[in-house]
């Protein structure tokens, strides 16, 4: 299967700060990308679907001026969290979807993010 | 809106047993599901991914079945090992450019 990195896997920052986590899709171009957030003992709420080159279309009830994504390229996509606090802290994990494989998602690995 | 269930939330087998994971959904007209694996703290392991227009598939001691007019699909693990050990969620894609409905996950432990 094809394989998409994330970075960092943890971070910590202090309340207030930003933080990015980036995507990369490391052997195929992803048209599509998805941010997904978890929380201790429950599964995957999906927070904002990514198209190369256009605005990302986030789910109901997710702040898009608090977490910016960006997908500048076919093979990276970004989240950034701004001014974080500490309710911000959870697991971010992203999805990439390339045209070659079926409709088949490949996960990274998640980011552990903690604030403050 | 589609929803999707795993039943049981928890489950815990000797070694060697053969595991069997349910998952059901609420809308049948569906393009996709996939079984994934997550580790605790890790991300997700695609497992199996079935079309719409299948009705199983496999790999290796994994087998996944798909009944789309009873909204269910089933994840069996044959002989199962300590490293099976995991959180297995199933997820439906509802078009090809659609995003994934994800279930609750059943929590699997294999005791040597």
């Known amino acids: 299967g094809a394989v998409v990195s994330q970075h960092p896997s943890r971070v910590i920052c202090k309340s207030g700060t930003s933080v990015k986590i980036e995507c990369r899709s490391l052997?195929?171009?992803?048209?599509?990308m998805f941010w997904y957030r978890q929380f201790p003992k429950q599964s995957l709420m999906l927070m904002a679907t990514?198209?190369?080159?256009?605005?990302?279309?986030?789910e109901q009830g997710v702040e898009k001026d608090k977490f910016l994504i960006n997908h500048a390229s076919l093979t990276l996509s970004t989240l950034t969290v701004t001014s974080a606090h500490p309710e911000d802290s959870s697991f971010y994990i992203c999805?990439?979807?390339?045209?070659?494989?079926?409709?088949?998602?490949?996960f990274g690995e998640g980011s552990r993010l903690t604030v403050l | 809106k589609q929803e999707v269930t795993q039943i049981p939330a928890a489950l815990s087998v000797p070694e060697g047993e053969n595991l069997v994971l349910n998952c059901s959904f609420t809308?049948?007209?569906?393009?996709?599901l996939q079984w994934f694996r997550q580790d605790p703290g890790k991300g997700l392991t695609s497992l199996l991914l079935i079309q719409s227009s299948q009705r199983e598939q496999t790999s290796g001691r994994l087998n996944a079945s798909l009944d789309k007019s009873s909204g269910r699909s089933t994840l069996y693990i044959a002989a199962s090992q300590p490293g099976d050990s995991a959180t297995y969620l199933c997820?439906?894609?509802?078009?090809?450019?659609?995003?994934?409905?994800f279930g609750a996950g059943t929590q699997v432990v294999v005791t040597p």
């Open positions: 997820a439906i894609r509802t078009d090809s450019w659609g995003k994934l409905q």
């Open positions: 999805s990439a979807y390339g045209t070659s494989f079926a409709g088949e998602l490949f």
């Open positions: 990514s198209n190369e080159g256009s605005k990302a279309t986030y």
């Open positions: 809308d049948s007209a569906i393009y996709n």
């Open positions: 052997d195929f171009q992803a048209t599509t």
